[in-house]
């Protein structure tokens, strides 16, 4: 069976050292965010995923959840598991204090949602789909349903869900059909069918707040018609609580190839009652509050599914003795040496490690920047904020989940056959990984979400910031000769970044198929320079504490071999991409769609 | 639900216009194989794969196999469907006529098994293995087992199962258990347990012919000690057919990621009655025979994965409308355009596109020199072809496996969340594909056998007929100028190869991990020079028909773009691959076992 510890190291190092989050302390929330307190939370939070989310991922895969006539039954054991999350206050961890909530940094409820969700997937859903639903309505929402609903779903009394896909309708919202018919009372009756409404119906909480898109009729034609909804699964009675139930109905629930412990529903909608969210035909700017931490989320996804399965690969490695090392036994008295000597095992085992470390640091560095457009005081940190943020974003949505279904698969792969097998549980990261690839925008939407939008934005401001950002590092390192193998190719990374970048400047606007072409291969370009920026700062870090003689020696140490893999045997990878971005799109636009 | 049309007009292209089998008609089994019959033969495969394999994919992987004290249920239909197979005569297509096989070169059979496997991977196995199976007997048994067993393997009334994996032991068949003791009669009493036994018990045929490798006691240690012996369910009444139970049975099957329509079992061996093929203490010889088709039929199953994936991702992104195009719409008429008019759905599937045309032409080199190894009475000539195909076996197994899941998986993509959805029958093609990978020696393992074994032997004779076959095609072709555009790129990936083959030679013999880190990555060149040269010879043909004027111009037009997707978008990838393997094995080996 597989296990899970969380590298409460690790994020130590990435809030402390790395990002220093102890400099923001003039923020709301960060004053008392202090080492100690962080480390008691860390410490806390890695208790109950090790030991109340985890133990449920293997028996929630293969029991799944139930549906029969409307009902959901989760499987044995997540109901009691949820109750202990929120009786423990982490649901409300850092939500606004107005509402009930603790107001901790957001990029310290990332690292506690990266244990959850490496823990048990399908469980941490529940209330990640509730904290985009308060976000969107904390932000968007009167303030009578601010009142109404959020202190209940930030205690996690209620979940949340967000309804957007129909079945002719999944990308392209503009095709809805879910029509808001506006009542007297000032609320609206809703009536559709939504799909893949993940924790659309379930047994563990005594309410669901559904957040629906859907069209008043009469709107504005397409996208820009979309209005969003609050609907209650029960109506509130006078006293607030869960009354009489609305018209909504799950019809049914989808077999998939994974996340077996969350529901994936059909979601009938019939008349219920709905309130308005934000201005009328203003659902998708509301909408896209909740995506953007959605997709920053399901990022995360990517790194969990990397940073599990490797744990699971290396004590695996460590145990199976199999073959001799190509440079003699390493276990002479042994029948064979663990196959963590041989290269090929470690070259798997070494893409993720680099990959799980370095996207650690980028992911919390997103989330530090969710804190600053949100708490600082200052105009120009919040925007720079928001325009790093919104540019890493489908970075981070898309590179991750494709690197935490690729090194998922390596992880299956270190145990062989055993790895195809059900109950090792290999097999579950890969398929529950699968998913964060597809939900949220699949990752082809976030490549073009990428160079169609984010980056043409303010003139390119975005671009220039992180394009910038990254040069300064290099620029103020550049007397660093310790530093020169991290730095160099750092520079060439960033060099063909902005060689691309250049590149999309002249050519997609003329012919706008060539940024779809690109655009793929530009959202990994743009990843590995991330990832390279903080495996440098990374290294950076680790020499001065090694010179300093500070600490653990051994961890600062292996940062610098970790790093030194990342750099030498990954990041190769960008000459790649540059080279096909910029043959264009003909090759790909050139065959009959009837040809295929 | 998924469909499968197989690509026969591909099929005789490969066979004909480019491989031109007819001019080996000198060859016993190729005489007859004119193409009018080689054609009839791929449209009555396309029939019996599309008509009778397929329907009973999607039900056979829902339903599964069964296991019910020792015995075996295979899904509802497989028994039916195995039956009209063998009835038609298909299971002896290519074997020996001496013992009732057809004798139609191994090349087409080849054809025959990708239609198999992309209809129906799990039902196609039942047949796979027994031909791995018939081949190790004819190659090794005595006489009097060919004569007992061969006819009957061949007419597909038994099947037959390869038995090697222990639960301790898997790669390294050293560490076997099993043993096999001498009886007084001439045969032996095998007793021991094997796992991971695809077909090893089953509902469809009379008996199953289990070939299973045991040490004899006080035989040689380890791997030098391993035998292999001929054990069949039911041991043979005087009439020849099925008698008495042997002591073999199935102790139980493996809930597995996918192939479920093919019970994976564990054999429990019980003073069974094992008849020794070959020599003692050879088995290892005699399984190599078997394990090297088998290896070939592995990398096939890539492409058949990459190749029924990607016709049903076509499918979809026809019909499935959502946005619109980035040049202006492509279907004003409709809500949306199809999705296939977006460059980044284009992506998945022309590399799916352009890797299934180039690896069937790779695959079909390979399986033709097994008919030239075999067949030829020039000595030159089978060793040439044993060359060759000792060298691109553990390429195609890996690389097109590594690929087959790849493409299979972007097709899941282009479905979006559909794709996610059993029912829409994409992310079984993904499971199913998985195995591929890991079975038959994990991926890992053929890139250790190629730079390890196959590079080396005999001098690198083997590498060196490869790389002077390509550079040969090069220069014949050095002034053709339209072909200047696959020539160019395949130059220079094949100086890649080579710049890699004399990097290793240099690094890996002082320092053998560096042949171990380098392996993948110099499998990765070598698959992709391959493709590369079929791609070229592709164009080549495709131009001269063109320039004649016969045949369907569109078919060859297609051709050229497609095989120009390749050189511009895949085959960047050598880039990296190489820059990769030169960093050598230390960034891989620095970090203390302990330390992961």
Redesign the interface.
Known sequence: MPSYTAPVRDMEFVLYELLDIGQHADLPGFEDATPDLVSAILQEGAKITQEVFQPLNRSGDEEGCQWNDGAVTTPKGFKEAYQTYIEGGWNGLTADPAYGGQGMPYVLGLAISEMMVSANQSLAMYPGLTHGAIEAIHKHACDELKAAYLPKMISGEWTGTMNL?EP?????LG?MRTKAVPAEDGSYRITGTK??ISAGEQDITSNIIHLVLAKIPGGPKGIKGVSLFLVPKFRLDENGEPGEHNGVSCGSI?????IHGNA?CVLNYDDAVGYLVGEEHKGMRAMFTMMNAARLGVGLQGLCASEVSYQNA?TY??DR???R???GPKAPDK??D?I???????????TA?AFNEGARAVAYWAGLQVDLAERSDNKETRQAAEDLLGILTPVIKAFFTDMG?YNA?NA??VY??H?????WGM?QF??DA??A???EG???IQ??DLV?RKLAANGGRAVRLLLATIQGFIDDNKDNEKLKEFTGPLSEALTRLQQATMWLMQNAMT???N???A??DYLYLMGHAALAFSWAQIAKVAHEKLAAGQGDA?FYS?KL??G??YV??ML??T??HL??LE?G?H?????D?D??
């Open positions: 896909t002719h309708c999944g990308t392209d095709l799909i893949f989808e077999k998939k190839m994974g994936t290396v490695a460590r003795l199999q073959g090392a190509l440079s029948p064979a663990p963590i000597v041989h290269p090929d095992i470690r070259r798997m085992l070494m490690r279904y698969t299956q792969q062989g056959g790895g195809y097998i059900r109950e097999e890969v398929r699968r998913i690839q597809i939900y699949a990752n082809g490549a073009l169609g012919a706008p198929d940024a779809g072409a655009s793929m051994a292996n071999i970790t030194r893999y030498e045997r190769p990878d000459v790649a080279a096909k043959t799109a090759t790909m636009m050139a065959l769609a040809a295929f």
